[in-house]
């Protein structure tokens, strides 16, 4: 199933049940008098937040989708039964928008529920209407219609560590050595196309879609996936230790996500230079101070091809998230 982070959706709740017209029936007599029951309310339309990124492609098929309608009144003074709620499960971090009022809606936990829309009330059935002056009405009245809207849903990401920078850092390969993800790996200018989630003792590491200078404006994968880092706890700038110049590499990035958000670059941030191996320890040793120095910002290395890196690492994000959440 392909991924899927936007969908346009028409959303109807159900049509309150009609009222009816009934009689008691006794021994004798034609009619006793009224017992025609009230129309169910119609259903009503929720949203409610799950841990699954995949949810939204779920609905990616559907044009529109509705509550059931409330059941018609019945004899003996019986209500009809309530229509059957619509509830759509939709990742966490997804934003609704009811394109029709501009209500917006935000999940951003697990378990989070909104109602978007009611269902519309059952009508009246003949019994209601029964008084001293009117003691065999025949009137009823019809169930109402639901509320309906266009919706437009966005995921938005969130997690508590997103691997950025640009493309062929090496970000897929260490979230699959991380949290064994399956995150697809290969030597092409976007070799992410879609972002990746692992998690890693608990905690949420997100690999981003690699970042070009005009991703900002647009150019290659552009807004698609920058929006997911507004949502990421802390930024880990991943920068190959094969690049020519990775102090301009790591400003470079940076100011790609200055650019579409200055607000982003408040977060923690950390360093992370990967592919450690195919530099000599002295010459990776003097790349990770100098960074370090120049950017102020805590600095790891690692390669994946080294379990004691990835064992610091690991440790060292861990620990920075739990820091955050003290």
Not at 163 to 171: R, Y
Request: aromatic share 6%; hydrophobic share 35%; net charge neutral.
């Amino acid at each position: 199933m392909a991924f899927t982070d936007e969908l346009k959706i028409n959303l109807s709740a159900g049509k309150g049940g009609d009222g009816v017209v009934r009689w008691r029936h006794e021994k004798y007599k034609e009619k006793a008098g009224p017992s025609g029951g009230n129309g169910g309310r119609g259903g009503d339309v929720y949203a409610k937040a799950v841990r699954d990124i995949t949810k939204l492609s779920h609905y990616a098929q559907f044009s529109k989708l509705s509550a059931k309608n409330g059941q018609d009144g019945m004899k003996n003074s019986r209500t009809g039964a309530k229509g059957e709620d619509l509830v759509l499960f939709l990742p966490v971090g997804s934003v609704i928008k009811n394109e029709d009022t501009g209500e917006k809606w935000e999940l951003l936990k697990e378990g989070d529920e909104v109602i978007l829309l009611k269902g519309g009330k059952g009508g009246l059935g003949n019994e209601y209407f029964k008084s001293s002056k009117n003691i065999t009405p025949k009137e009823q009245t019809d169930g109402k219609s639901g509320e309906s809207a266009k919706f437009s849903i966005e995921l938005r990401l969130i997690a508590d560590i997103g691997l950025v920078g640009s493309p062929n850092a090496g970000k897929s390969t260490l979230l699959n050595s991380l949290t064994g993800a399956k995150s697809k790996v290969g030597n092409y200018r976007f070799t992410t196309v879609e972002p990746y989630l692992g998690s890693l003792h608990g905690v949420i590491i997100a690999d981003i879609p690699g970042l070009i200078e005009g991703a900002s404006k647009g150019k290659g994968l552009g807004h698609s996936f920058l929006k997911h880092i507004s949502r990421t706890r802390i930024l880990a700038f991943c920068i190959s230790s094969e690049s020519k110049d990775l102090l301009s590499e790591f400003e470079a990035v940076k100011n790609e996500l200055e650019l579409y958000d200055p607000e982003i670059l408040i977060k923690p941030k950390i360093i992370i230079i990967t592919k450690s191996d195919v530099v000599g320890r002295e010459d990776l040793k003097k790349l990770k101070d100098n960074v370090s120095e120049e950017t102020g910002l805590d600095t790891y290395s690692v390669s994946v091809l080294d379990d004691d890196s990835i064992d610091e690492l690991s440790k060292g994000l861990v620990g920075l998230v739990k820091k955050e959440d003290q």
